[in-house]
Every structure is written in structure tokens, then in C-alpha cells.
Nanobody, 120 residues
Framework: QVQLVESGGGLVQAGGSLRLSCVASGSIFHIIAMRWYRQAPGKQRELVAS???????NYADSVKGQFTISRDKVKNTVYLQMNSLKPEDTAVYSC??????????????WGQGTQVTVSS
């Protein structure tokens, strides 16, 4: 089993910054990719950013130039640096990992989510 634990969410004023972290632990052989999703009330879940084991990144158009995803492979941790936050960035942010475990089974794992609230 693999566990993902997010941290770093909270309440911030518009224009502020937050840094989310997600630590993966457990029966990990290799993490293929890690992603951040968000879901605002009444809206569908949105893929915000992703990063592969090789370091390739992708961003939703809505956050390009505003958010930065990075990864510490040694610590099995992914970060999401969020700058110039806007009220529309308010959502529950969840970490996702595409993992190859120690018995060569590949599957997706999810964290519990962390609330980000941006006040105007």
C-alpha cells in the first residue's frame, strides 16, 4: 500500500502565496508521475499540474505562470508553489501519484486533500 499526505493548505488573501506539499510513503518501487488536482464547490475536479519521474511538467491553462510544480525524488515529495492567488483558486487540492509498487503493480493513489481558501 501507498499513502499520500498533503499539507500546506490554508486561508490566504488574494495576491498571496501558498506552498503545498505531498509526501508519498509505503511500498513504493518507482513513482511514475505525481499530479495536483483541485475541486471547487459545485465544479468538476480539475487537473492543475503534473510532473513525471523525468521532470517533465504540465499545467492547466488557468494556472500557467502562476503555479509551479516540483518534486524531490529522494523524499518522494511533490510541491505546488502557488503565487498571486485569486479567489477563484479556492478549492480542495488533492495529490495523486501513479506508482509502481514493490510487487510490480501499477496504480493510482490519492491523498485526502487540503483546503485552500483565497479571500478577496
Amino acid at each position: 500500500q501507498v499513502q499520500l499526505v498533503e499539507s500546506g493548505g490554508g486561508l490566504v488573501q488574494a495576491g498571496g502565496s501558498l506552498r503545498l506539499s505531498c509526501v508519498a510513503s509505503g511500498s513504493i518501487f518507482h513513482i511514475i508521475a505525481m499530479r495536483w488536482y483541485r475541486q471547487a464547490p459545485g465544479k468538476q475536479r480539475e487537473l492543475v499540474a503534473s510532473i513525471t519521474s523525468g521532470g517533465s511538467t504540465n499545467y492547466a491553462d488557468s494556472v500557467k505562470g502562476q503555479f509551479t510544480i516540483s518534486r524531490d525524488k529522494v523524499k518522494n515529495t511533490v510541491y505546488l508553489q502557488m503565487n498571486s492567488l485569486k479567489p477563484e483558486d479556492t478549492a480542495v487540492y488533492s495529490c495523486n501519484a501513479d506508482v509502481l509498487d514493490i510487487v510490480s503493480s501499477r496504480r493510482d493513489y490519492w491523498g485526502q486533500g487540503t483546503q485552500v481558501t483565497v479571500s478577496s
